[in-house]
Protein backbone atom coordinates (compact mmCIF):
# COMPACT_ATOMS: atom_id res chain seq x y z
CA UNK A 1 0.00 0.00 0.00
CA UNK A 2 1.54 3.47 -0.54
CA UNK A 3 1.70 6.46 1.62
CA UNK A 4 -1.76 7.60 0.40
CA UNK A 5 -3.76 4.97 2.69
CA UNK A 6 -2.31 5.96 5.82
CA UNK A 7 -1.05 8.59 8.11
CA UNK A 8 3.28 7.95 8.46
CA UNK A 9 6.21 9.79 9.42
CA UNK A 10 6.10 12.55 11.69
CA UNK A 11 3.05 13.47 11.92
CA UNK A 12 1.98 9.84 12.17
CA UNK A 13 3.97 9.17 14.81
CA UNK A 14 2.65 12.55 16.83
CA UNK A 15 -1.16 10.81 16.56
CA UNK A 16 -0.31 7.68 17.44
CA UNK A 17 1.42 8.95 20.75
CA UNK A 18 -1.66 11.08 21.47
CA UNK A 19 -3.82 8.11 20.75
CA UNK A 20 -1.76 5.84 22.81
CA UNK A 21 -2.17 8.36 25.90
CA UNK A 22 -5.66 8.59 25.56
CA UNK A 23 -6.23 5.05 25.81
CA UNK A 24 -4.61 4.97 29.02
CA UNK A 25 -6.85 7.83 30.22
CA UNK A 26 -9.60 5.84 29.77
CA UNK A 27 -8.59 2.96 30.96
CA UNK A 28 -7.53 4.66 34.06
CA UNK A 29 -10.70 6.27 34.40
CA UNK A 30 -12.71 2.80 33.63
CA UNK A 31 -10.73 1.63 36.94
CA UNK A 32 -11.54 4.44 38.84
CA UNK A 33 -15.20 4.00 38.35
CA UNK A 34 -14.80 0.58 39.41
CA UNK A 35 -12.53 1.13 42.66
CA UNK A 36 -15.49 3.75 43.77
CA UNK A 37 -18.33 1.37 43.04
CA UNK A 38 -20.08 3.98 40.64
CA UNK A 39 -20.64 0.97 38.20
CA UNK A 40 -23.01 -0.55 40.95
CA UNK A 41 -25.66 2.65 39.56
CA UNK A 42 -24.72 1.84 36.31
CA UNK A 43 -24.22 -1.82 35.22
CA UNK A 44 -26.62 -4.38 34.78
CA UNK A 45 -25.75 -7.04 38.31
CA UNK A 46 -25.44 -9.73 36.18
CA UNK A 47 -22.36 -8.15 33.83
CA UNK A 48 -21.02 -6.42 36.67
CA UNK A 49 -18.11 -8.89 37.22
CA UNK A 50 -17.01 -9.26 33.49
CA UNK A 51 -17.08 -5.35 33.47
CA UNK A 52 -14.51 -5.43 36.15
CA UNK A 53 -11.97 -7.66 34.56
CA UNK A 54 -12.42 -6.28 30.91
CA UNK A 55 -11.76 -2.98 32.54
CA UNK A 56 -8.33 -4.12 33.90
CA UNK A 57 -7.58 -6.27 30.56
CA UNK A 58 -8.17 -3.01 28.94
CA UNK A 59 -5.76 -1.16 30.89
CA UNK A 60 -3.08 -3.59 31.50
CA UNK A 61 -2.87 -4.51 27.55
CA UNK A 62 -2.82 -0.50 26.62
CA UNK A 63 -0.25 -0.15 28.73
CA UNK A 64 1.74 -3.34 27.00
CA UNK A 65 1.00 -1.75 23.62
CA UNK A 66 1.65 1.71 24.47
CA UNK A 67 5.33 0.68 26.15
CA UNK A 68 6.17 -1.90 23.12
CA UNK A 69 4.77 -0.08 20.11
CA UNK A 70 6.48 3.57 20.03
CA UNK A 71 6.98 3.82 16.51
CA UNK A 72 4.71 2.21 13.39
CA UNK A 73 5.91 2.50 10.15
CA UNK A 74 3.76 -0.35 8.68
CA UNK A 75 0.06 -0.15 8.03
CA UNK A 76 -0.59 -3.68 8.85
CA UNK A 77 0.65 -2.94 12.22
CA UNK A 78 -1.65 0.47 12.56
CA UNK A 79 -4.92 -1.48 11.43
CA UNK A 80 -4.04 -4.31 14.03
CA UNK A 81 -4.19 -1.70 16.45
CA UNK A 82 -7.00 -0.08 15.93
CA UNK A 83 -9.17 -3.50 15.21
CA UNK A 84 -7.68 -4.57 18.68
CA UNK A 85 -8.92 -1.03 20.26
CA UNK A 86 -12.33 -1.42 18.53
CA UNK A 87 -12.92 -5.39 19.76
CA UNK A 88 -11.78 -4.43 23.27
CA UNK A 89 -14.03 -1.33 23.56
CA UNK A 90 -17.07 -4.00 22.05
CA UNK A 91 -16.18 -5.92 24.64
CA UNK A 92 -16.59 -3.07 27.25
CA UNK A 93 -19.56 -2.15 25.43
CA UNK A 94 -21.20 -5.89 26.25
CA UNK A 95 -19.76 -6.02 29.70
CA UNK A 96 -20.87 -2.57 30.83
CA UNK A 97 -24.80 -3.18 29.32
CA UNK A 98 -25.42 -1.97 25.76
CA UNK A 99 -25.97 1.29 24.57
CA UNK A 100 -27.02 3.03 27.71
CA UNK A 101 -23.62 2.57 29.02
CA UNK A 102 -22.07 5.78 26.32
CA UNK A 103 -19.25 2.92 25.71
CA UNK A 104 -20.51 3.54 22.19
CA UNK A 105 -19.22 6.76 22.16
CA UNK A 106 -15.42 5.77 23.07
CA UNK A 107 -15.89 3.16 19.84
CA UNK A 108 -16.87 6.37 17.31
CA UNK A 109 -13.53 8.35 18.77
CA UNK A 110 -11.91 5.48 18.15
CA UNK A 111 -13.06 4.92 14.69
CA UNK A 112 -12.42 8.42 14.41
CA UNK A 113 -9.30 8.38 15.60
CA UNK A 114 -8.43 4.89 13.36
CA UNK A 115 -9.52 7.13 10.29
CA UNK A 116 -6.64 9.76 10.86
CA UNK A 117 -4.01 6.58 10.68
CA UNK A 118 -5.82 5.03 8.14
CA UNK A 119 -7.19 6.48 4.93
CA UNK A 120 -9.83 4.93 2.38
CA UNK A 121 -11.02 1.28 2.73
CA UNK A 122 -8.96 0.45 5.63
CA UNK A 123 -10.45 3.26 7.60
CA UNK A 124 -14.42 1.99 6.49
CA UNK A 125 -14.16 -1.24 7.68
CA UNK A 126 -12.89 -0.43 11.23
CA UNK A 127 -15.83 1.83 11.09
CA UNK A 128 -17.65 -0.74 10.06
CA UNK A 129 -16.25 -3.01 12.31
CA UNK A 130 -17.41 -0.98 15.12
CA UNK A 131 -20.71 0.26 14.14
CA UNK A 132 -20.89 -3.83 13.57
CA UNK A 133 -20.40 -4.34 17.20
CA UNK A 134 -23.06 -1.81 18.16
CA UNK A 135 -25.60 -2.77 16.78
CA UNK A 136 -25.02 -6.79 17.00
CA UNK A 137 -24.10 -6.73 20.99
CA UNK A 138 -27.30 -4.47 21.35
CA UNK A 139 -29.40 -7.02 19.42
CA UNK A 140 -27.57 -9.41 21.54
CA UNK A 141 -27.97 -8.17 24.46
CA UNK A 142 -32.26 -7.82 24.07
CA UNK A 143 -32.50 -11.55 24.55
CA UNK A 144 -31.40 -11.32 28.48
CA UNK A 145 -32.58 -7.73 28.50
CA UNK A 146 -35.96 -6.75 27.68
CA UNK A 147 -35.32 -2.73 28.72
CA UNK A 148 -31.75 -3.42 25.73
CA UNK A 149 -34.87 -3.72 22.95
CA UNK A 150 -35.73 -0.05 23.26
CA UNK A 151 -32.48 1.06 22.37
CA UNK A 152 -32.34 -0.19 19.21
CA UNK A 153 -32.68 3.22 17.52
CA UNK A 154 -29.94 4.35 19.58
CA UNK A 155 -27.86 1.78 18.33
CA UNK A 156 -28.67 2.56 14.73
CA UNK A 157 -27.35 6.25 15.46
CA UNK A 158 -24.25 5.18 17.26
CA UNK A 159 -23.64 2.74 14.06
CA UNK A 160 -24.18 5.69 11.66
CA UNK A 161 -22.04 8.03 13.61
CA UNK A 162 -19.23 5.56 13.22
CA UNK A 163 -19.16 5.76 9.86
CA UNK A 164 -19.87 9.85 9.50
CA UNK A 165 -17.20 10.20 11.89
CA UNK A 166 -14.90 7.76 9.22
CA UNK A 167 -15.81 10.30 6.61
CA UNK A 168 -15.59 13.37 7.87
CA UNK A 169 -12.12 12.67 9.62
CA UNK A 170 -11.26 11.36 6.20
CA UNK A 171 -11.80 14.25 4.46
CA UNK A 172 -10.55 16.93 6.61
CA UNK A 173 -7.54 14.83 6.74
CA UNK A 174 -7.22 14.37 3.24
CA UNK A 175 -7.18 18.55 3.47
CA UNK A 176 -4.94 18.81 6.11
CA UNK A 177 -2.51 16.38 4.52
CA UNK A 178 -2.83 17.92 0.93
CA UNK A 179 -2.23 21.44 3.04
CA UNK A 180 0.58 20.15 4.71
CA UNK A 181 2.46 18.98 1.64
CA UNK A 182 1.71 22.24 -0.51
CA UNK A 183 3.34 23.89 2.65
CA UNK A 184 6.13 21.84 2.68
CA UNK A 185 6.65 22.51 -0.64
CA UNK A 186 6.48 26.03 -0.43
CA UNK A 187 9.21 25.68 1.96
CA UNK A 188 11.38 23.33 -0.02
CA UNK A 189 10.90 26.27 -2.97
CA UNK A 190 11.66 29.35 -0.19
CA UNK A 191 14.57 26.99 0.93
CA UNK A 192 15.89 26.73 -2.77
CA UNK A 193 15.44 30.62 -3.46
CA UNK A 194 17.12 31.78 -0.14
CA UNK A 195 19.74 29.25 -1.48
CA UNK A 196 20.20 30.51 -4.92
CA UNK A 197 19.68 34.31 -3.84
CA UNK A 198 22.81 33.51 -0.81
CA UNK A 199 24.82 31.76 -3.83
CA UNK A 200 23.88 35.05 -6.12
CA UNK A 201 25.08 36.88 -3.29
CA UNK A 202 28.18 35.68 -2.82
CA UNK A 203 29.23 35.39 -6.08
CA UNK A 204 28.46 38.93 -6.90
CA UNK A 205 31.76 41.15 -7.40
CA UNK A 206 29.92 44.19 -5.65
CA UNK A 207 30.91 43.36 -1.77
CA UNK A 208 27.55 43.42 0.66
CA UNK A 209 27.33 44.36 3.65
CA UNK A 210 23.98 44.01 5.89
CA UNK A 211 24.64 46.14 9.22
CA UNK A 212 21.85 46.47 11.97
CA UNK A 213 21.41 50.26 13.96
CA UNK A 214 24.40 49.78 16.10
CA UNK A 215 26.55 49.23 12.99
CA UNK A 216 27.36 45.63 13.50
CA UNK A 217 27.85 43.62 10.64
CA UNK A 218 25.14 40.90 9.99
CA UNK A 219 25.94 39.48 6.91
CA UNK A 220 29.00 39.68 4.38
CA UNK A 221 29.32 38.23 1.11
CA UNK A 222 32.80 36.45 -0.34
CA UNK A 223 33.20 39.88 -2.32
CA UNK A 224 33.37 41.85 0.54
CA UNK A 225 35.55 39.69 2.92
CA UNK A 226 38.17 39.69 -0.28
CA UNK A 227 37.61 43.74 -0.18
CA UNK A 228 38.01 43.95 3.30
CA UNK A 229 41.19 41.53 3.54
CA UNK A 230 39.17 39.21 6.01
CA UNK A 231 37.81 36.08 6.74
CA UNK A 232 34.88 36.70 9.24
CA UNK A 233 33.21 39.84 9.74
CA UNK A 234 29.68 38.64 10.98
CA UNK A 235 29.74 40.48 14.34
CA UNK A 236 32.09 42.83 13.90
CA UNK A 237 31.47 46.52 14.47
CA UNK A 238 32.01 49.26 11.79
CA UNK A 239 33.06 51.72 14.96
CA UNK A 240 35.86 49.47 15.51
CA UNK A 241 37.03 47.76 12.39
CA UNK A 242 35.86 50.31 9.56
CA UNK A 243 34.90 54.18 10.90
CA UNK A 244 35.25 55.66 7.55
CA UNK A 245 32.05 53.52 6.44
CA UNK A 246 30.26 55.37 9.33
CA UNK A 247 31.62 58.42 8.29
CA UNK A 248 30.70 58.27 4.91
CA UNK A 249 27.00 57.07 5.71
CA UNK A 250 26.38 60.08 7.96
CA UNK A 251 27.45 62.37 5.63
CA UNK A 252 25.72 61.07 2.78
CA UNK A 253 22.32 60.63 5.40
CA UNK A 254 22.59 64.86 5.21
CA UNK A 255 22.50 65.04 1.60
CA UNK A 256 21.33 61.24 -0.04
CA UNK A 257 21.62 62.96 -3.38
CA UNK A 258 25.38 63.58 -2.85
CA UNK A 259 27.74 60.86 -4.03
CA UNK A 260 29.40 59.05 -1.35
CA UNK A 261 33.22 59.27 -1.00
CA UNK A 262 35.73 56.28 -1.64
CA UNK A 263 37.16 54.75 0.80
CA UNK A 264 40.46 52.71 1.70
CA UNK A 265 41.24 51.15 5.25
CA UNK A 266 44.50 49.49 4.52
CA UNK A 267 47.58 49.42 2.06
CA UNK A 268 45.98 45.66 1.39
CA UNK A 269 42.61 46.96 0.48
CA UNK A 270 41.65 48.55 -2.64
CA UNK A 271 40.21 51.88 -2.74
CA UNK A 272 36.47 51.24 -2.52
CA UNK A 273 33.40 53.31 -3.36
CA UNK A 274 30.37 52.35 -0.94
CA UNK A 275 26.85 53.28 -1.29
CA UNK A 276 23.97 53.04 0.99
CA UNK A 277 20.41 51.80 1.27
CA UNK A 278 18.45 51.88 4.35
CA UNK A 279 15.82 49.00 5.01
CA UNK A 280 12.79 49.55 7.01
CA UNK A 281 12.87 53.41 7.03
CA UNK A 282 10.08 53.85 9.61
CA UNK A 283 11.49 51.19 12.38
CA UNK A 284 13.95 52.26 14.77
CA UNK A 285 15.45 48.74 14.76
CA UNK A 286 16.16 49.16 10.39
CA UNK A 287 19.03 47.56 9.07
CA UNK A 288 21.52 49.29 6.65
CA UNK A 289 22.76 47.35 3.13
CA UNK A 290 25.99 48.39 2.02
CA UNK A 291 27.07 48.04 -1.28
CA UNK A 292 31.33 48.01 -2.12
CA UNK A 293 32.45 48.67 -5.54
CA UNK A 294 36.18 48.12 -5.98
CA UNK A 295 37.11 51.50 -8.04
CA UNK A 296 39.95 49.38 -10.09
CA UNK A 297 37.56 47.92 -11.53
CA UNK A 298 35.31 51.47 -12.32
CA UNK A 299 38.57 52.90 -13.37
CA UNK A 300 39.96 50.06 -15.76
CA UNK A 301 36.26 50.06 -17.66
CA UNK A 302 36.80 53.88 -17.37
CA UNK A 303 40.20 53.60 -18.96
CA UNK A 304 39.53 51.20 -21.42
CA UNK A 305 36.22 53.37 -22.62
CA UNK A 306 38.75 55.91 -22.73
CA UNK A 307 41.39 53.82 -24.74
CA UNK A 308 38.93 53.39 -27.29
CA UNK A 309 37.67 56.51 -27.70
CA UNK A 310 41.24 57.70 -28.24
CA UNK A 311 41.97 54.80 -30.91
CA UNK A 312 39.12 55.72 -32.76
CA UNK A 313 40.49 59.43 -32.74
CA UNK A 314 43.94 58.23 -33.89
CA UNK A 315 42.73 56.09 -36.38
CA UNK A 316 40.93 59.49 -37.59
CA UNK A 317 44.07 61.64 -37.63
CA UNK A 318 45.98 58.78 -38.36
CA UNK A 319 46.98 59.74 -41.67
CA UNK A 320 47.24 63.75 -40.02
CA UNK A 321 49.75 62.48 -37.45
CA UNK A 322 52.01 59.60 -38.94
CA UNK A 323 52.78 61.82 -42.05
CA UNK A 324 54.70 64.99 -40.22
CA UNK A 325 56.26 62.21 -38.05
CA UNK A 326 57.61 60.01 -41.19
CA UNK A 327 59.23 63.64 -42.78
CA UNK A 328 60.61 64.67 -39.22
CA UNK A 329 61.70 61.22 -38.67
CA UNK A 330 63.56 61.20 -42.75
CA UNK A 331 64.93 64.56 -42.10
CA UNK A 332 66.34 63.65 -39.39
CA UNK A 333 68.15 60.45 -40.75
CA UNK A 334 69.27 62.25 -43.56
CA UNK A 335 70.80 65.52 -41.09
CA UNK A 336 72.38 62.81 -39.02
CA UNK A 337 74.35 61.14 -42.33
CA UNK A 338 75.36 64.82 -43.25
CA UNK A 339 79.12 65.58 -42.77
CA UNK A 340 78.62 69.06 -42.42
CA UNK A 341 76.95 68.41 -38.90
CA UNK A 342 78.97 68.35 -35.77
CA UNK A 343 78.77 65.62 -33.01
CA UNK A 344 76.24 67.53 -31.28
CA UNK A 345 74.03 68.30 -33.91
CA UNK A 346 74.38 64.94 -34.98
CA UNK A 347 73.22 63.65 -31.55
CA UNK A 348 70.41 66.09 -31.33
CA UNK A 349 69.01 64.91 -35.05
CA UNK A 350 69.56 61.04 -33.60
CA UNK A 351 67.08 62.06 -30.50
CA UNK A 352 65.06 63.69 -32.67
CA UNK A 353 64.35 60.54 -34.61
CA UNK A 354 64.57 58.30 -31.65
CA UNK A 355 61.41 60.30 -30.02
CA UNK A 356 59.40 60.18 -33.35
CA UNK A 357 59.95 56.62 -33.75
CA UNK A 358 58.36 56.37 -30.48
CA UNK A 359 55.85 58.89 -31.06
CA UNK A 360 55.12 56.42 -34.19
CA UNK A 361 54.93 53.43 -31.49
CA UNK A 362 52.60 54.94 -29.15
CA UNK A 363 49.95 55.73 -32.31
CA UNK A 364 50.31 52.50 -33.64
CA UNK A 365 49.51 50.47 -30.22
CA UNK A 366 46.46 53.02 -29.68
CA UNK A 367 45.32 52.09 -32.94
CA UNK A 368 45.82 48.13 -32.50
CA UNK A 369 43.65 48.97 -29.31
CA UNK A 370 40.75 50.36 -31.79
CA UNK A 371 41.28 47.14 -34.24
CA UNK A 372 41.12 44.72 -32.16
CA UNK A 373 39.26 41.89 -33.65
CA UNK A 374 36.63 39.41 -31.74
CA UNK A 375 39.02 36.59 -30.36
CA UNK A 376 38.25 33.28 -32.48
CA UNK A 377 38.57 31.24 -29.63
CA UNK A 378 39.58 27.05 -30.28
CA UNK A 379 40.73 24.41 -27.86
CA UNK A 380 44.24 24.08 -27.37
CA UNK A 381 46.43 21.77 -26.12
CA UNK A 382 49.07 23.95 -23.86
CA UNK A 383 51.63 21.49 -24.01
CA UNK A 384 52.35 20.91 -27.15
CA UNK A 385 51.20 24.23 -28.42
CA UNK A 386 54.20 26.02 -26.35
CA UNK A 387 56.28 23.26 -27.34
CA UNK A 388 56.19 24.43 -31.12
CA UNK A 389 55.99 28.38 -29.40
CA UNK A 390 59.15 27.59 -27.88
CA UNK A 391 60.88 26.44 -31.01
CA UNK A 392 59.50 29.32 -32.76
CA UNK A 393 60.72 32.05 -30.69
CA UNK A 394 64.38 30.23 -30.08
CA UNK A 395 64.79 30.52 -34.23
CA UNK A 396 64.48 34.06 -34.06
CA UNK A 397 66.21 34.86 -30.77
CA UNK A 398 69.55 36.34 -30.31
CA UNK A 399 72.25 33.33 -29.35
CA UNK A 400 72.48 34.87 -25.88
CA UNK A 401 68.74 34.63 -25.04
CA UNK A 402 67.02 31.19 -23.98
CA UNK A 403 63.57 30.51 -23.36
CA UNK A 404 63.05 27.00 -21.36
CA UNK A 405 59.70 25.28 -20.71
CA UNK A 406 58.81 22.87 -18.16
CA UNK A 407 55.11 21.38 -18.00
CA UNK A 408 53.69 19.43 -15.04
CA UNK A 409 51.00 16.66 -16.26
CA UNK A 410 49.30 15.90 -18.98
CA UNK A 411 45.70 17.23 -20.64
CA UNK A 412 46.23 20.88 -20.13
CA UNK A 413 43.63 21.77 -22.95
CA UNK A 414 41.71 25.22 -22.51
CA UNK A 415 40.16 27.99 -25.25
CA UNK A 416 41.55 30.20 -26.21
CA UNK A 417 42.57 32.42 -29.71
CA UNK A 418 45.93 30.94 -30.62
CA UNK A 419 47.19 34.20 -32.25
CA UNK A 420 46.38 36.33 -29.39
CA UNK A 421 48.07 33.91 -27.24
CA UNK A 422 51.38 34.46 -29.25
CA UNK A 423 50.98 38.19 -29.07
CA UNK A 424 50.39 38.13 -25.07
CA UNK A 425 53.67 35.83 -24.83
CA UNK A 426 55.69 37.21 -26.90
CA UNK A 427 55.08 40.59 -24.97
CA UNK A 428 55.60 39.56 -21.93
CA UNK A 429 58.55 37.14 -22.90
CA UNK A 430 60.21 39.77 -24.22
CA UNK A 431 60.08 42.09 -21.46
CA UNK A 432 61.48 39.37 -19.55
CA UNK A 433 64.30 38.78 -21.73
CA UNK A 434 64.97 43.13 -21.19
CA UNK A 435 65.10 42.97 -17.51
CA UNK A 436 66.48 38.92 -16.62
CA UNK A 437 69.89 39.09 -15.44
CA UNK A 438 73.15 37.65 -17.72
CA UNK A 439 74.51 34.26 -16.30
CA UNK A 440 77.58 33.19 -17.95
CA UNK A 441 76.58 35.36 -20.89
CA UNK A 442 73.10 33.57 -21.19
CA UNK A 443 69.40 35.05 -20.02
CA UNK A 444 67.30 32.71 -18.51
CA UNK A 445 63.84 33.14 -19.32
CA UNK A 446 61.25 29.75 -17.45
CA UNK A 447 57.94 28.84 -18.77
CA UNK A 448 56.21 26.42 -16.25
CA UNK A 449 53.05 24.96 -17.07
CA UNK A 450 50.83 22.96 -14.79
CA UNK A 451 47.15 22.57 -13.16
CA UNK A 452 46.02 24.68 -10.24
CA UNK A 453 45.25 21.87 -7.07
CA UNK A 454 42.37 23.80 -6.59
CA UNK A 455 40.64 25.07 -9.24
CA UNK A 456 41.66 22.64 -11.65
CA UNK A 457 42.58 25.13 -14.17
CA UNK A 458 46.26 25.34 -16.10
CA UNK A 459 48.48 27.72 -14.80
CA UNK A 460 51.06 29.10 -16.66
CA UNK A 461 54.14 31.38 -15.29
CA UNK A 462 56.53 33.32 -16.66
CA UNK A 463 59.42 33.46 -14.61
CA UNK A 464 63.06 35.96 -14.97
CA UNK A 465 66.23 36.16 -12.57
CA UNK A 466 65.00 40.42 -13.29
CA UNK A 467 65.31 43.19 -10.00
CA UNK A 468 61.44 42.62 -10.18
CA UNK A 469 59.01 45.40 -9.63
CA UNK A 470 58.36 47.38 -6.74
CA UNK A 471 55.66 47.07 -4.47
CA UNK A 472 54.95 50.86 -5.20
CA UNK A 473 54.16 50.25 -8.27
CA UNK A 474 52.36 47.03 -8.61
CA UNK A 475 49.41 48.51 -8.21
CA UNK A 476 50.12 50.63 -11.34
CA UNK A 477 51.49 48.51 -13.69
CA UNK A 478 48.13 46.78 -15.46
CA UNK A 479 47.50 50.69 -16.15
CA UNK A 480 47.56 52.21 -20.19
CA UNK A 481 50.94 54.24 -20.55
CA UNK A 482 52.14 53.02 -16.78
CA UNK A 483 55.98 52.85 -17.42
CA UNK A 484 59.14 52.73 -16.39
CA UNK A 485 61.31 52.60 -19.26
CA UNK A 486 62.22 55.73 -20.77
CA UNK A 487 61.74 54.01 -24.25
CA UNK A 488 58.61 52.30 -23.50
CA UNK A 489 55.06 53.30 -24.38
CA UNK A 490 53.54 51.29 -20.97
CA UNK A 491 50.62 49.75 -23.45
CA UNK A 492 52.19 45.78 -23.37
CA UNK A 493 51.23 44.68 -19.92
CA UNK A 494 48.00 46.49 -20.65
CA UNK A 495 47.20 45.37 -24.02
CA UNK A 496 48.44 41.45 -22.89
CA UNK A 497 45.84 41.43 -20.03
CA UNK A 498 42.91 42.69 -22.41
CA UNK A 499 43.62 39.98 -24.36
CA UNK A 500 43.97 37.39 -21.95
CA UNK A 501 40.32 39.00 -20.65
CA UNK A 502 39.00 38.99 -23.66
CA UNK A 503 39.31 34.94 -23.62
CA UNK A 504 38.56 34.51 -20.20
CA UNK A 505 41.96 34.06 -18.73
CA UNK A 506 43.64 35.97 -15.96
CA UNK A 507 46.73 37.79 -16.02
CA UNK A 508 48.21 38.27 -12.18
CA UNK A 509 51.91 39.52 -11.06
CA UNK A 510 53.47 37.83 -8.18
CA UNK A 511 57.29 38.68 -7.10
CA UNK A 512 59.44 35.28 -6.58
CA UNK A 513 61.63 35.18 -3.23
CA UNK A 514 64.78 36.93 -3.34
CA UNK A 515 64.79 38.24 -7.08
CA UNK A 516 62.71 38.25 -10.01
CA UNK A 517 59.13 38.77 -11.51
CA UNK A 518 56.40 35.99 -12.38
CA UNK A 519 53.39 36.32 -14.09
CA UNK A 520 50.87 34.24 -13.87
CA UNK A 521 48.22 33.41 -16.66
CA UNK A 522 45.53 31.15 -15.66
CA UNK A 523 43.57 29.94 -18.51
CA UNK A 524 39.81 29.34 -18.99
CA UNK A 525 38.53 25.61 -18.84
CA UNK A 526 38.17 24.05 -21.89
CA UNK A 527 34.59 23.77 -22.24
CA UNK A 528 33.85 27.66 -21.77
CA UNK A 529 33.27 30.44 -24.24
CA UNK A 530 34.38 33.84 -24.30
CA UNK A 531 31.65 36.00 -23.20
CA UNK A 532 33.63 39.16 -23.48
CA UNK A 533 34.77 40.49 -27.01
Known sequence: ??????????????????????????????????????????LDVTHRQFFLYASWAYLILNIIVATSMQQAERIGVLFALALFDIVQLCTLFYTAGGPSSGIGNLIIVAVAVANVLLYRHLGILIAAVGAAGIIYLTFYLSFSNAYVSNLYMQAGISGMLCFAAAFFVQA?????????????????????LEALNALVIDRMRTGILIVDNQYRILQANQSALQMLNSRQLQGASLAIHFPALIDSYQAWQK????????????ERTPQLQPSFVLLNKNNDTGQLLIFLEDTRQINQHAQHLKLLSLGRLAAAISHEIRNPLGAISHAAQLLNESEQLGSEDKRLAQIIQDQTRRMNLVVENVLQLSKQRQAEQQVLDLKYWLHRFVSNYQERATTNEVLRLLVK????????????????LTNLINNAM????????????????????????????????????????????????????????????????ELCEANQARLDYSPREGTGSCFKITFAHPKSYGLRQ
Open 434 to 497: RYTKEVEGKRYVDLILYRHPDSKLPVLEILDQGPGIPESQQQSMFEPFFTTDSKGTGLGLYISR
Open 172 to 192: VSKRLKASEALAIKQASTVAS
Open 1 to 42: MNNELALLGTAGQRVLRLYHIYRLIIGLALVLIISSNLESQL
Open 409 to 424: GSSLQTRMDPHQLDQV
Open 255 to 266: NTSMHPSSVQFS
